[in-house]
């Protein structure tokens, strides 16, 4: 603070003690309130239900039903994505939105099934997404199954993804009792825009195949590339049209000029827009229907699906086939790697979700990881697949005007009634048009106009979207994410080594001196690289007598540093040249002392540069 | 610079353009003398030896002799701490002396074997120190051998010490001439002291049990200290009396009152100090010589040691045993991590060396790291385990007056001598007496000062140093650095995520304003973090209208941060709250500008706060 302004300045209240690192309030209050307050944080619900009121039910309700509609389609679809059969996208998208309730802190979020998830999920599931049934002997690595599922793909069936909703959902829950969601910060904007476009990619291209009625599925981005190419005859004109269509459909009804307060038609409009998905699987599903009355079948359908609700059993913590048995521990080694990357991921999307749409209003990250981890946990004992935060349905909740998480009670009933009642029907929904639904989610994900604005704003930080991008597609999501991450934290530790310093020479008070500005704290990977500087200009200017480092910008120091600035105070004596600490604080100074007290000499307060220079000559 | 300044102040010459990133100069000048340059800076005795005269050669053979003296019987006992026979250790001794002559750039450097360079051999290099026998099948990894090595010990020997020095050799001289030395910046000081410390330990302990004549060998500190109390009455009279008697000879002779430059006894005293080693091995040797004509032998003997001089031969890139062909591929799956290890120990401790022995001179690391891969790349010829600058000798050659790196010269010479007409002699030198030379060596190696050093500089300081002593002990040498370094880096993220941030609630112009004041750039760690804090503290004070982000302090904020300041923004008008952006350099708002246009009316550069608050009320 400068000192002119201090006079003008009346601190009012200096309120150190009052947040703590943590960045929430830890004010000294009787044990009862501090309970009380936990609760509150831990359960939500209990701060909002009892102000509840008919009218908000109403509003809820309506919001509900709207994203209801949204969530069977995307559900059935992101299923398609994880390639389990259709009711498992059901099965996972009612829990999420009752166990909300409870314990989610941001009204709009909605928790379910998302195409992220759903890759996420797909290396776990086996052709015919059967129940447990593994049958690959010493199974020690994922790569290994992948390499399996291609060799003997009939023979190779299992589907592990409930086991891995509810150890995700134990970690996202661990993760948000523990505190840990600071691990998320490392993980930046261009690093996150790098992975979800190249997800948006994968599984956008993926679905490319079955929009043209070619059958088969690709592992991988390249995969899906060369099966289009290589199978191109293979292309159906009744699968392709009614995909084309439908995505000319849903752009269309995107774009619907609807206005919520309009008039009865602008009402309507609005509608569509919402509940889009609905309307173009519905339109799809009916056309299917109608056309196999008269014995015409011109696109693949989804064929049977399994009536029903789900049973509600515990995840399975071993399986056996063919006599086999395959323990926990087995299974957990099969997940590899996603064991982290999968709550890591989703903890990613349902805190950036939440974030982005709490508006005015602190997100408590650790509270929403317990709660998505939770939805996660009960999830999986409706054979769910593992679930996070909604990006599109959370949107049409939160424009559908919801006031609390209740509105996620309306969506879950109608997903039930979906489930118990609907499945028969959904057998005609043309396979195509999901293919459909899924691409344009995904056309809508990608975010090119990202790389204008990062070249605009910042080109440096193009490399980790870049690369993030370019090795997710490469190497798969979790190599990608780990790799764009590292190589994202390398850039932060470059800077640390390499700190910009401002080198002048200077005439004051009829000397020559050389003034080293650096211009930030200077920590232990920049130590020995400020000295050899600082020594590599003296070797140029053999007449200058004085070495002036000014402190300004440097908040602080570590021994390392002293050390290297003790030893050049010595190499510099030894040419008879004189280093002076011009204007460093008590911080870093006091260090500097601590570590040489011949270093006390050294420093100089006065406050002109002049005044410092005559002292010496 | 301010204002007040700049006009008394006459800037001479800005030349930023002069030192680029690398720290070295880089002036446009002739192709012929930039070769001429180059040639000077990669062969450093074209530029000292056309000054060569007779005076200096007097100088640099009496500095040399001196060192000779320390050689010789640290390089056995070097040797004898890797486990090979002694005459290994004169073989490494020799050839980085003649190498360095010609590429050394520091004249009292002395490259040749060190403890630590021993104790990391040591697991390649069998009970018997046989050349080149490997009669392991299936070795994929150093803990696999370790573990052959105490079921089969009798079975198993084999010494691979000689094309790990080929490699490391390989390894550094790239390092140089890819000028990667500034990886060797993120090893920190305290992370280095934690090392050395315990390697002091290690090898220190494990001589303890030779000095009371205990036979058998330990594995680790922790093996060393059991085995000591294990077989305490095992400890031999003989041994344990001239062991005590070698260590109370060194710290006595090392303490002598003598100089260089005094009288002839002083001169006598100071040489006895500089050859104490060799003083004490003579004395033992002598005693045992002597003893041994009686047909008395109390104490163990070194034994019979191969004599003359090497063979000139390549090191072995495939070896042979019982039949079966180990390759280079093999042998290099042995060395597993210290293939990393080696080299990047071996280049620390020589550049750590030339640097404090350069005094007021600037050290090219490249150059040194180049000259000491090349001693080990042609020491490999002559049967050397792995070399590096070695601080004691360099120590004595300084203290000698040496002028020249050609000092070594007369050094390599002494200790060929010795190998040739010598070996027979040092069949005589007593175990306890090369234990004592060791354990004094390490003794002098703690550091015990530092931990009291960084208690009172910076207490933080302590916890990279305790880690890395710590894994060192527990884990072993290579996974210790390894832990150590990443601990020490983490703290670095730690710190770009946590950056200090000052909150002071101010009343100015009659309005209670929130004024955030954060101490450094923001990188992306901690955009999250910033933007959480200030929330916070509005949630607790609901009459500030307005929020003022000081940005005195930043030099530079990335995408992530301007896209959470944005958000914030945001957040803030939500609830009727005004965020301004007071102070912020160029560089900082640019990018927020760029990020979001709408940015563009929260920036003030107004000087007086009370100033830029009038404006919104």
Request: hydrophobic content about 50%; overall charge positive.
């Amino acid at each position: 603070m400068r000192t002119a302004e201090k006079s003008r300045v009346v601190v009012v209240t200096v309120q150190y003690y009052k947040l703590c690192t943590t960045g929430e309030m830890r004010m000294r209050s009787p044990i009862n309130s501090r309970v009380k307050s936990l609760v509150r944080r831990r359960l939500p619900i209990v701060a909002w239900l009892p102000e509840y009121s008919w009218g908000k039910l109403l509003q809820d309700a309506l919001a509900g039903m709207t994203v209801g509609l949204t969530a069977i389609p995307q559900g059935i679809a992101y299923a398609v994505v994880a390639r389990l059969e259709p009711q498992y996208g059901l099965y996972s998208s009612f829990m999420g939105c009752f166990v909300y309730i409870i314990f989610g802190s941001v009204k709009d979020v909605t928790v379910g099934p998302t195409a992220i998830m759903g890759l996420l999920t797909q290396p776990y599931v086996g052709q015919y997404g059967a129940d447990f049934a593994v049958r690959i002997s010493n199974i020690h690595h994922r790569r290994l199954i992948k390499r399996s599922l291609k060799i003997a793909q009939k023979s190779v069936y299992f589907s592990l993804q409930v086991l891995l909703c509810f150890l995700s959902g134990c970690i996202m829950a661990l993760m948000g009792l523990f505190r840990v969601g600071f691990l998320v910060d490392f993980i930046s904007m261009p690093v996150i825009a790098g992975f979800t476009n190249a997800a948006a990619v994968i599984i956008g291209s993926s679905q490319i195949g079955t929009l043209l009625g070619i059958t088969g599925r690709a592992e991988s981005f390249v995969d899906a590339m060369r099966k289009l190419f290589e199978r191109f005859d293979e292309i159906q004109l009744g699968d392709t049209l009614l995909g084309v269509f439908s995505m000319i459909l849903l752009v269309g009804l995107k774009n619907l000029p609807g206005n919520r307060r309009g008039s009865a038609g602008r009402k309507l409009m609005w509608i569509m827009t919402l509940s889009r998905n609905a309307v173009v699987v519905v339109l799809g599903m009916l056309l299917a229907y109608l056309l196999s009355l008269y014995g015409l079948s011109p696109f693949e359908i989804t064929g049977d699906i399994a009536a029903g609700l789900p049973s509600l059993t515990p995840p399975p913590f071993s399986t056996a086939h063919n006599n086999v048995t395959y323990g926990f521990v087995d299974m957990v080694r099969i997940y590899g790697t996603s064991m982290a990357s999968v709550p890591l991921i989703a903890v990613l999307e349902s805190i950036a979700i939440a974030k982005s749409f709490a508006k005015g209003k602190t997100v408590n990250a650790n509270q929403e990881m317990l709660a998505v981890g939770l939805c996660n946990v009960f999830g999986s004992f409706v054979r769910s697949m593992p679930t996070t935060g909604s990006f599109t349905r959370t949107a049409v909740n939160n424009a559908s005007g919801v006031r609390t998480p209740m509105g996620g009670l309306v969506t879950g009933i109608l997903v039930l009634l979906a489930c118990g009642l609907l499945t028969g029907t959904f057998r005609f929904i043309p396979k195509a048009t999901l293919a459909a639904v899924i691409i344009i989610a995904m056309y809508y994900m990608l975010e090119i106009k990202l790389f204008r604005l990062l070249w605009r704003t910042k080109k440096i930080d193009l490399i980790p979207l870049i690369v993030t991008l370019i090795t997710c597609l490469a190497f798969g999501l979790d190599y990608g994410m780990i790799i764009g991450i590292a190589s994202n934290l390398l850039s932060l530790l470059y800077y640390a080594a390499r700190p910009e310093v401002i080198f002048e020479e200077r005439t004051e008070n009829g000397a020559s001196i050389l003034l080293v500005m650096p211009q930030q704290s200077l920590s232990f990977p920049a130590a020995e690289y400020l000295r050899e500087r600082v020594m590599n200009w003296c070797d140029s200017m053999q007449n200058t007598k004085i070495v002036v480092i000014d402190g300004k910008n440097v908040r602080g120091i570590d021994t390392t540093v002293a050390k290297n600035l003790s030893l050049l105070s010595t190499d510099l004596e030894a040419r008879k040249q004189r280093l002076v600490f011009w204007n460093w604080c008590e911080n870093a100074s006091s260090v500097l002392i601590s570590f040489d007290s011949a270093n006390k000499e050294h420093f100089k307060r006065t406050n002109a540069l002049a005044q410092v220079v005559g002292e010496y000559i």
